[in-house]
């Protein structure tokens, strides 16, 4: 848990950080705009919704056979026997 919160703090000292929020407020700008429901209810949604697609890409590149962790027939490397 420690390094959790330590890593928190190192993101609201990068720029990248205050660019995406900043993305997801536009897209959450939109998104109100053409639903009609409020900025503040979508807003965390879009924020939840980007948080729960890089936890699936994180678990699924680091599958076997993932972006990350590429089996031996994908690199093309022949298996010994």
């Known amino acids: ?33 053409f639903s009609g429901v409020n900025f503040l209810i979508i807003f965390p949604l879009v924020v939840a ?4 697609n890089a936890l699936v890409m994180h678990v699924e590149d680091n599958a076997p056979g993932g972006f990350a962790n590429p089996t031996k027939e994908q690199t093309g490397l022949k298996k010994q026997d």
């Open 49 to 52: 919704a980007m948080f729960i």
């Open 1 to 33: 848990m420690r390094n959790f919160f330590e890593n928190l703090k190192r993101a609201f000292r990068r720029p990248l950080f205050y660019v995406s929020m900043g993305i997801y407020a536009a897209i959450a700008a939109v998104i109100s705009f």
